[in-house]
């Protein structure tokens, strides 16, 4: 019998992996599924990216291998795209590395600066997959928390009384995932300031700044943050690209480059039509970003109806692409309360204690799904 590598005894299959077959298999049986659950964006692209993807299979040298640094258009719009939201000036040659979606940067960054015992600041709670991909490499998560109290945002004296001697990296993402917290500019300050102090690199994973947020962030504008910090970011949820798999690293030349040594050494490039349908993307002017929010205004009108139907306490300051709700006062377990949603009403909702123990109490919902669906939800209780 062939034993399998150590380090899978220490991760599982990734919650949606494994729920959605579940949730298919309910569908498979005729039941009116609603999936609520996953940030799967239900829309189109603009038709330009469309276009451009078409126009690039007739290109010569299209289906060949590409450059693992990506075209230099699709860098420059990239530099263009963080000059023209975020004020920020990054060099397209030795600051900005394309990737094939945020997700796997996560993995590359782990794997180009993390050594076995090497410790990660994780948030409690936030996107699983840190914590899987730290245990991957052999490292260790350190997890610290986040609360409504504080907005879901870090608190640093705690931080401050962690031995923080064995910390390598430390994940933040705001826009916060799963909650919507905000963050700003004065956190991102305070989060530069002490990554620099403990000699921490900070990763900012900012896919959800576009969506019904009115003030777009980047750590990267926070002065000196270059020196110890990088960010990702992805075309997914900003312009419905999810399943095209494109993203983006950003920071001082030194990092990008040992990101890139990891990167080279396990893909061969980004299909090339991808990256022109992704240029024609990061040209959009903010046109495409109102008529997006538009419709995300109304499914989260919609969508808090939902959870206040449920009982449920909805935190209203949250943007981004998800609605985080509190669950009713004397329900013990989210994965159970949103399992008998799931088998008597057939609508699939995300509990928070996937994200940490500090979603317990907690339950999320996706906008992705059309307002007749959310409706349709409403109206089967």
């Known amino acids: 019998m062939i034993t399998t590598a150590k380090r899978l005894d220490i991760v599982e299959e990734y919650y949606f992996s494994s729920k959605l077959r579940e949730v298919r298999q309910l569908a498979t049986e005729g039941k009116p599924i609603i999936n609520m659950g996953i940030g799967s964006p239900d829309l189109k692209p603009s038709q330009a990216v469309i276009d451009a993807v078409v126009s690039a299979m007739q290109e ?6 590409q450059s693992y640094q990506g075209v230099p258009e699709l860098r420059q719009s990239m530099a263009d795209f963080y000059q023209t939201n975020f004020g920020v000036a990054m060099n397209p040659t030795t600051e900005i590395l394309p990737l094939m979606g945020s997700k796997e940067g996560i993995m590359h960054i782990s794997l180009a600066f993390l050594n076995e015992g090497d410790q990660v600041l994780i948030p409690n709670p936030g996107y699983p997959t840190y914590t899987s991909v730290t245990n991957l490499v052999g490292a260790i998560p350190v997890y610290y928390d ?17 031995d923080l001697s064995k910390v390598k990296i430390m994940w933040v993402g705001y826009p916060h995932m799963p909650t919507g917290a905000r963050g700003s500019l ?35 504008q926070v002065e000196g943050a270059k020196e110890v910090a990088l960010e990702l970011n992805s075309l997914s ?36 039509g991808i990256q022109k349908g992704a240029i024609a993307a990061l040209k959009s002017d903010t046109s495409w970003f109102e008529s997006m929010n538009a419709i995300y205004r109304k499914r989260r009108v919609l969508t808090e109806q939902l959870a206040e139907k449920l009982g449920c306490e909805v935190y209203k300051e949250g943007v981004g692409l998800f609605v985080w709700a509190k669950l009713p006062a004397g329900i013990s377990s989210a994965e ?29 919902f996706a906008l992705c799904v059309k307002e007749e669906k959310v409706q349709e939800a409403i109206d089967r209780f």
């Not at 002490?194 to 777009?216: E, G, R």
């Not at 990008?256 to 050494?265: E, M, P």
């Not at 909702?349 to 994200?355: K, R």
């Open 60 to 65: 010569e040298n299209a289906h060949q291998y």
């Open 146 to 162: 986040l609360k409504e109290s504080t907005n879901w945002e870090p608190d640093f004296d705690a931080l401050e009384q962690l």
């Open 186 to 220: 004065a956190l991102f300050e305070k989060l530069v300031a002490f990554a620099k102090k403990h000699n921490i690199l900070l990763v900012n994973d900012n896919p959800y700044s576009f969506v019904l947020n009115d003030n777009p962030m980047s750590l990267l």
């Open 237 to 272: 949820k900003t312009f419905n690209m999810a399943g095209w798999r494109v993203g983006m690293v950003l920071g001082n030349a030194a990092c990008i480059d040992a990101v890139l040594k990891v990167k080279s050494n396990m893909d061969s490039g980004m299909f090339y």
């Open 336 to 364: 159970a309360f949103i399992d008998q949603i799931l088998y008597e009403k057939h609508i699939f909702i995300t509990p928070g204690t996937i994200f940490g123990s500090n979603g317990e109490g907690y339950i999320r």
